[in-house]
């Protein structure tokens, strides 16, 4: 009995041929992907004059400078570009969550007239592009007069659209998961005096949270990214984001001070590396938890 469990045991150990070659093929996509950054972070720490002669060797003794960081932080309002991206994406993201959830909710529960139609056309929204909008949109905020205004009005200017932009994705997501969730307790909910904003908020925010947790990353993390619509609408340094001030040092280093493209790199991905390293694990579980509950 004890060599037929060792023999069990054994065989489950072995690892067969194909697993190897998968191994091999994530662990060099692992290290193409990881090997750029690596390769931004040392040499941020390099004067100029070495990133070009000396670009793979590491910032030690007198290669290692903090030159590039201050100079950064000195010439350029980090700060407040900073303070623009997390205001710009943090409205969005909250916007997105109550709004997409919302949405969702009733899209999962209720049967109404053109339900199917309506549940088509969020499908058929998001195979169009950004680029495809960008004009009549920006047409109708410059009539409204809130693009390149005060810092308030210019930061509605590309919140509207990156909620408009998100809002089909997260709806889809929460509608798979929503309708995955037991309706016992809604129903128990009603029966208590429950109201519709009341159940969503107590009873299916906090069932759906990995759902939820995967639409305010990924939500948060485009609106960050997006340079496209911030180019449009920012036009002010004062209303620069993180990215729009990537740009803008790009353009005024005319691509020879790679010091500084590369410490602003740095600055640039940092938050972004820091909410994939802590929050990928709901990234993951939301988008399949739907599809594999009940």
């Given at each position: ?260 493209m590369a410490a602003a790199v740095v600055i640039v991905v940092i938050p972004v590396l820091v ?20």
């Amino acid at each position: 009995m004890p060599n037929k469990t060792a023999a069990v045991q054994l065989k489950r150990r072995r690892i067969s041929p194909s697993k190897i070659i998968t191994y091999i093929i994530l662990s060099l996509w692992a290290v193409t992907t990881i090997f750029p950054f690596i390769w931004v972070i040392i040499n941020s720490f390099k004067e100029r004059k070495y990133i070009l002669t000396q670009s793979f060797a590491l910032p030690i003794g007198e290669l290692f400078t903090l030159n590039n960081f201050t100079e950064t932080f000195e010439k350029f309002a980090v700060g407040p570009a900073y303070r623009n991206s997390l205001i710009i994406s943090g409205t969005v993201t909250i916007a997105v969550i109550i709004i997409s959830g919302l949405c969702a909710y009733g899209m999962a529960r209720y049967n109404f007239r053109g339900r199917k139609i309506l549940q088509t056309l969020l499908i058929a929204s998001m195979m169009f592009p950004v680029f495809s909008t960008i004009i009549p949109v920006f047409s109708m905020q410059t009539k409204w007069g809130i693009v390149n205004n005060t810092v308030p009005l210019s930061w509605v200017s590309v919140i509207l659209p990156q909620i408009a932009g998100n809002i089909a994705f997260g709806t889809v997501v929460l509608m798979g998961y929503i309708r995955s969730l037991p309706i016992d307790l809604e129903e128990a909910a009603y029966l208590e005096g429950y109201g519709v904003f009341r159940i969503f908020f107590r009873i299916i925010m906090p069932l759906a949270k990995p759902s939820f947790a995967t639409i305010a990353i990924f939500s948060f993390l485009w609106s960050y990214n997006d340079l496209f619509t911030q180019m449009f609408y920012l036009r002010s340094a004062d209303y620069f984001t993180i990215t729009r001030l990537l740009n803008e040092i790009s353009s005024q280093s005319g691509g020879t001070n790679h010091g500084w493209m590369a410490a602003a790199v740095v600055i640039v991905v940092i938050p972004v590396l820091v909410v994939y390293v802590f929050l990928q694990k709901n990234i993951v579980k939301g988008l399949t938890a739907g599809a594999i509950k009940g």
